[in-house]
């Protein structure tokens, strides 16, 4: 919801049944990266605001949670066929405060409501076990309760689908939720939650509350909420994840990434080719799942990286909602500095940038990198290990299968990976042996359908249950074993 006050657009939390302000000192520009325009400003809520919201949280669960489940997936029908309507407005609000183009956005659109659809499932997700007599005269079963309050707190560059790995099977299940977006990007979460209200669901079952830091702590430490979902960078997921636990609260924490696409001598080139661009290069490289080191074996490596960088240099960059463009800016400023820091310090420890997005003509906003390739990056460079969140892909090369998976196994994150290959028996070993939690053969991006676990390993997750598919029932749900004999 958003009110115009003195010619600003301002994005208000929902909190305790009413769309307003928060009472939070902090007021931050929502600025479209593209052009560096203003597009609204959001004023953050603070531990006032949290503790208000955890409370009609809380007290609307009360009724919520006696709500037949047949009965409280109704609203999440009505809600699907509200974004399904609302793809191209929903894309655009999402591309102008992103970055990301117009096309992927609604991409991102569509597999938020995947998760919605999968959602209304509940009824049947949420079904127990059951077994008679496991003694004489003794039936056993198991059924599925709600958790209480649980919050979500979710990070800027999936602004519409984050938020939907969460909710939807929170609130399915009974529970109502306090969602915390990424304050880089409100507008889009904002505009989903409209839809939701619109389609019927009961005002406290959902709160919106805006903030940073702040915001993110006083969720951590209050008693009434009790379960944490977080997806975002490794380190923050990793405070987030011992500090939830701290305050005895069930926690899945998923964090950032470093993902390799291993090409085989015998992978069919001209598509591993596209499928690299689309990982590497889509949404400007700011996806948790981003191909970002490119493990060539054998002698691949050369006609692999001729038909890579023709294909790298003729990407368009500009403004996400321009027609033909392929990569659009960075999120910010500070984003593109990070960025830039990574290839110098790539280059200054020996690697070279066989193409070089650094300067993109007419970047006024200063958020731009093109698509950057380093060759011959050394296994321990820095390039080669941490996180980047930018369009650069780091070539490293190896002898064998056998010396890739060794060199993907050595890396502290397991998110994601890709094997490109003609080989049944190499991709099959390559999906055994890898120490990371979601592996495609052949794959543009490997990311798992709604009803599959999102399913990062190491650094790339703190937790026990992942995200969506059957973890999200496990995860917002309790078990209870109830235990009969009649005499
Ligand atoms: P981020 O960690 O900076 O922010 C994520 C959320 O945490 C935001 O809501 C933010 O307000 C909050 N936050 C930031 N710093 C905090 C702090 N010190 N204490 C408490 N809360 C804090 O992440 P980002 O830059 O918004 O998103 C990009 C990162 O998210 C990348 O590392 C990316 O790999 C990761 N990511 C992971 C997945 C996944 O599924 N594993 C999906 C999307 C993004």
Redesign the pocket.
């Known amino acids: 919801m958003s009110t115009v006050i003195a010619d600003v657009a301002v994005t208000s939390s929902y909190i305790a049944g009413r769309w307003a302000a928060p009472e939070g000192k902090t007021q931050q520009p929502i600025v479209n990266p593209a052009n560096g325009e203003t597009l609204a400003m959001l004023p953050h809520a603070g531990a006032a605001d949290v503790d208000r919201a955890a409370k009609a949280a809380h007290a609307a669960w009360l009724e919520w949670r006696e709500v037949p489940v047949v009965d409280r997936v109704q609203p999440l029908y009505r809600f699907k066929a509200l974004l399904e309507k609302n793809v191209t407005e929903l894309g655009t609000i999402l591309t102008r405060e992103n970055g990301k183009t117009l096309e992927d956005a609604k991409t991102e659109v569509k597999r938020g409501i995947q998760m919605v659809e999968v959602a209304c499932g509940m009824p049947s997700l949420m079904m127990g076990d059951s077994l008679n007599d496991v003694a004489k005269g003794i039936d056993c079963r198991t059924i599925r309760q709600p958790i209480g309050v649980c919050a979500g707190?979710?990070?800027?560059?999936?602004p519409a689908m984050?938020p939907l790995w969460m909710y939807p099977f929170a609130i399915a299940a009974g529970n109502t939720f306090l969602l915390?977006?990424?304050?880089?990007v409100p507008m889009t979460p904002t505009r989903v939650v409209e839809l939701l209200l619109d389609a019927g669901l009961p005002a406290g079952v959902i709160q919106l509350v805006h903030g940073?830091?702040e915001v993110?702590?006083a969720l951590l430490e209050h008693p009434l909420i009790k379960g944490i979902s977080?997806?975002?960078?490794?380190p923050?997921?990793k405070?987030?994840y011992k500090e939830a636990a701290a305050h005895g609260k069930r926690v899945q924490a998923?964090?950032?990434?470093k993902n390799h696409l291993v090409v085989m001598p015998d992978a069919a080139l001209p598509q591993t080719v596209e499928a690299i661009m689309g990982s590497a290069f889509g949404a400007a490289g700011?996806?948790?799942l981003a191909g970002s080191v490119l493990v060539a074996v054998g002698d691949v490596a050369e006609p692999l990286l001729d038909l890579l960088v023709k294909r790298a240099k003729a990407l368009k960059v500009g403004d996400g909602m321009d027609a033909g463009v392929s990569v659009g800016p960075l999120v910010g400023q500070d984003q593109k500095k990070r960025v830039v820091g990574y290839i110098e310090r790539g280059v200054a420890e020996g690697a070279t940038a066989i193409c070089d997005g650094r300067s993109v003509e007419a970047d006024a906003a200063g958020v731009f990198v093109g698509p950057t390739v380093l060759d011959h990056v050394q296994p321990n460079a820095t390039v080669a290990r941490e996180?980047i969140?930018g369009p650069v892909l780091s070539v490293l090369r190896a002898e064998t299968l056998d010396d890739a998976i060794r060199l993907v196994n050595s890396s502290d994150f397991g998110?994601t990976t890709t094997i490109y290959t003609s080989s049944g028996k190499a991709a099959r070993e390559y999906q055994s042996r890898v120490e990371v939690g979601m592996v495609g053969v052949n794959m543009t991006v490997a990311a798992p359908m709604a009803f599959f676990p999102?399913a990062?390993w190491k650094n790339?997750?703190f937790g026990d249950l992942h995200?969506h598919g059957k973890d999200a029932v496990s995860f917002y749900t309790e078990q209870k074993v109830l235990m009969t004999r009649w005499f």
């Open positions: 707190i979710t990070p800027f560059n999936f984050v915390k977006p990424s304050e880089r940073g830091r993110v702590e977080f997806v975002g960078s490794s923050v997921a405070i987030v998923l964090g950032g990434a700011q996806r948790c996180e969140f998110n999102f990062g790339s997750f995200a």
